[in-house]
């Protein structure tokens, strides 16, 4: 493997990394809140139809960034509503979601588009285009700095540098901010929080909010800018193995995008080498293809460890009287 072919799948890992990171950093938010929400899945694949949907009839990429941004929120407030409001099963209730975003997407798509629960395609001002960072075409010449600044951190959309900025951003929100040690502590000790005068409510609906907004990036990058519309279950798993990137990272921000880079780096390997021929014997694609989620499975049954998530995780609070 020379230089130019390890840059390449350098460069299909950040972009494939990029939705599982904005969706483990969405669940990161959420979770350590207490609220557990498997239902990532589902509102990436609602941001993704409703964001190409709109794009595509707009002809406005950042007006389908917002509609997906809306539509994911919708359902992150369904499920506030479920868990925080009525107290009720919080895996149920995103399960529920994903069931209800993969049914739907399909049904609305094809009466609204009759292409067989797609989207058109979109082109031009409707997708989002690669950035040229400063100086790329200049350093190109460079040996290995020159490749390396033009070919990987050069020529990304901008959901891309978000996505890698919210990193830091979240550590700084979540360890050095007022409202991070007030969301931790609503994961960890809500009665404390409560006996502190500070709303337990009100706390994990914003956490969700928050979450709804990453979740909808993610599935508005998924349609406008790693593809070019939306097709049938485009997110393929992606929510699920956001949420195993979050029990590798241990909730944390700065190993969730160690997690997330290694998921997208068993994809863009699995992507690039299909139909491998070991001495005669071809694997099939279709194993390549398997290839990350089952290599998921084993990260996380022999090298994750013990992961403690939030001591109030999943449970809903009742406030003492």
């Not at 209730?93 to 994903?98: D, E, R």
């Not at 997407?105 to 067989?116: E, K, L, M, P, R």
């Not at 609906?205 to 993610?218: D, F, K, S, T």
């Amino acid at each position: 493997m020379d230089f130019a072919t390890i840059l390449q799948v350098l460069d299909s890992t950040v972009r494939l990394a990029t939705p599982l990171l904005l969706a483990c950093l969405a669940g990161l938010f959420s979770e350590r809140a207490g609220i557990f929400d498997i239902g990532l899945e589902g509102k990436m694949l609602f941001a993704a139809f409703f964001s190409a949907a709109t794009a595509a009839v707009t002809g406005s990429v950042w007006l389908g960034l917002l509609a997906g941004i809306v539509s994911s929120m919708v359902l992150a407030g369904i499920h506030g509503l479920a868990s925080i409001t009525f107290r009720g099963n919080q895996l149920i209730s995103g399960v529920a979601i994903n069931f209800l975003a993969a049914g739907l997407t399909v049904v609305i798509a094809q009466d609204w588009f009759s292409q067989g629960g797609r989207t058109p395609s979109l082109l031009g001002g409707a997708r989002f285009n690669p950035i040229t960072l400063p100086f790329a075409e200049t350093l190109q010449p460079v040996p290995i700095l020159g490749p390396v600044y033009h070919d990987l951190i050069s020529g990304h959309t901008i959901p891309v540098y978000f996505a890698f900025a919210m990193v830091p951003f979240t550590w700084w929100l979540l360890f050095r901010t007022r409202f991070g040690l007030r969301l931790r502590a609503v994961g960890d000790s809500p009665e404390a929080l409560d006996t502190a005068g500070v709303s337990v409510v009100a706390t994990r609906y914003a956490a969700v909010a928050i979450c709804g907004v990453l979740c909808g990036i993610a599935g508005a990058y998924l349609a406008t800018a790693l593809q070019a519309g939306f097709v049938k279950d485009m997110t393929a798993g992606r929510g699920y193995i956001a949420l195993a990137a979050l029990i590798f990272a241990k909730w944390r921000p700065w190993y969730a995008l160690s997690a997330t880079l290694l998921f997208g780096l068993l994809q863009a390997v699995a992507l690039r080498y299909q139909n491998i021929d070991l001495g005669g014997i071809v694997v099939p694609v279709q194993v390549m293809d398997a290839l990350p989620y089952i290599l998921t499975v084993v990260i996380l049954a022999g090298f994750v460890g013990r992961a403690i998530p939030p001591r109030a995780g999943g449970e809903p609070y009742v406030k003492e009287r």
